[in-house]
Each structure stands twice: as C-alpha cells, then as structure tokens.
C-alpha cells in the first residue's frame, strides 16, 4: 500500500454486487494525506472543579483545644509596610511582593531555651537553661519537645530536636504546602542548625505540623522567644498566578472523621505518599467550612 493512501470499503451496493459476481470488496482510495496530527486533551468534568481563576482558599485549624490560646494566628509575610516612602523601595518590587504573598509566618508559642546535653548512660537530654525563671513548666516543655532517637536522626553526630504542634492546614483543591525556615526573618541570636522542612498535598493529605530541627553545633544554645517566627508555610496553586486566601476552618464532622482516616498511617507504612491516591477516593467532596468569629477575615 503506498504511504499516504488509506484504503476504504466501498459502499453497501458495490460489496453485494461484487459477492454476487464471487469477487473481493472493492476497495477506493479515500484521501491521500501527506501530514497528519492528532491533538488529544483532558478536561476535569466534575461539578466545581477545574477552577483556573480566582484565589485558592486555604483552611487552617488548631487540632487541640486545651491550652490552644497560647498558639497564634498564621499571619502574612508583608515587607511592604516597611517603606512606603520611595517608589523604588525594594519592598514595592512586584516580584517581591508576590513572592511574600504566599509565605506565612507561624509564631513560636512559648519561650525556648535549651541546651542538648548526654546523661551518664551517654543517652541524648535537654536542659532546659532557663532554670527556675522559664515561663513553661519542665514538665510541659517535655510533653512538647523532644529528642527523636538517636537511631532516627539523619546525620551521625546531629541530633534532631522536635517540636509537636496542632496546626493542620486543608485545602478543597489541589495545592501543596511547604514547611520553610523563616528566611526573611532576621534574628540576634541564630539557630545552631536547620529547620527539617517538608512538602505535601493538604487536599488530599492534612495533617498536624511538626517542626523538626537539626542541631548542627550541639555545643551551642537554641533560643527561641514566644512571638518570633517559628517558621513559614509556602503554598503553591493551580495555576501558579492564583492567590491564596487563608481562612480559619471549622472543625465539622466531615473534617474529624477524615483526619481520623489518614491519622497514624506513618506508623504502618513507611511510604504515606503511596495512600494518596486512596485517600483521594474516599474524600468529601468538601472540607473547608470558614470560622466566623468577631472581627474575622480571610488573610
């Protein structure tokens, strides 16, 4: 068959006569076609979604209420307000500007001050330096921070120093959020080590933070004061130009039950990513109900 023809029965009359006359259907050339392309798209037909415009919103809640005033608001990053006087201050710049846009800032909730220190069975430790003038009592400093074993920790030598926290962020479609240190954020005193940060889907994977830090000079202090930039949360949308809303959610039965679901499965399967598609499935179709309170707004 030459390149380019393509062969087609003729009709119904001439494929009765041919049987009739005991020959083979006749076959005609339909159209010599020199170039072909084939275009193939997909398009996301589910009532609601597929939104391309408008800003994503992004729901956040604490997951304990018990003591939960002392955890402060994730608030924007925003540099603007510090120069408004001169048209070419960098903090007007638009790149600037939107790239803070999508960065929040999660306050530390109470006064840090340790030290890491080896008992006499050489075991990992915290001392907390404070002494008798710390705000928190040690045994609730030792309910929320913590050592990981030493068995867990990354690099030989680093101790990994975690803190337990009830943030949980949700969105009703895709978005991943990052965990970042507060890079923007100057501090007198720095951290001997790095923040261990991480990247997810919170429509498909909410879960309540942890910030985990690798103490890279053990010899030295880590301190942090209640109030100071504990770290950032980036969230990267669909399309990328999208803004982010961040509104407080209500914690509705829908929300618990999912959260449930998903809750714990670290400690079965060593790879949580591989449950996504599952736990997509088994999804409400939506998570997000915003919190009214007095004087409330979306960020």
């Known amino acids: 068959m030459p390149a380019g023809i393509d062969l087609t029965p003729s009709s119904g009359a001439d494929r009765a006569t041919a049987a009739q006359e005991g020959k083979s259907p006749v076959c005609r050339p339909r159209q010599q076609v020199d170039d072909m392309k084939l ?3 997909f398009e996301d037909t589910r009532e609601g979604s597929g939104r391309t415009s408008g800003p994503v919103t992004v729901g956040w809640f604490l997951n304990q209420q018990k003591g939960s005033i002392i955890y402060g608001a994730p608030t924007r990053v925003r540099s603007v307000d510090l120069n408004r006087k001169h048209a070419k201050s960098a903090s007007r710049c638009p790149a600037v500007i939107n790239m803070e846009s999508r960065h929040f800032v999660i306050p ?5 001050n340790v030290g890491f220190v080896r008992d006499d069975k050489g075991k990992p430790a915290l001392r907390n330096l404070s002494g008798e003038t710390s705000a928190i009592r040690a045994s609730k400093l030792g309910e929320k921070l913590h050592l990981a074993s030493e068995a867990e920790w990354r690099h030989a030598d680093v101790p990994t120093l975690q803190l337990a926290l009830p943030y949980v962020f949700v969105a009703d479609e895709p978005v991943y959020m990052t965990q970042l240190a507060p890079f923007m954020h100057y501090t007198r005193d720095p951290w001997p080590g790095t923040l261990f940060g991480g990247r997810f889907p919170i429509n498909v994977w909410p879960r309540p933070l942890m910030w985990a830090f690798e103490w890279h000079d053990a010899t030295k202090p880590l301190k942090i004061n209640r109030g100071d930039p504990l770290f ?14 961040l509104v407080e959610a209500e914690v ?24 996504f598609e599952a736990a997509e499935e088994r999804r409400p179709e939506t998570l997000i109900t915003p ?7 979306a960020e």
């Open 39 to 41: 275009s193939v798209s």
């Open 252 to 275: 509705t039965p829908e929300l618990t039950d999912y959260l449930e679901m998903i809750s714990g499965a670290v400690n079965y399967v060593n790879q949580t990513f591989s449950l």
């Open 291 to 297: 919190k009214t309170r007095k004087g409330s707004s």
């Open 232 to 245: 950032y949360v980036a969230f990267e949308t669909t399309p990328q130009d999208r803004s982010v809303a």
């Open 108 to 112: 530390c909730p109470f006064d840090i």
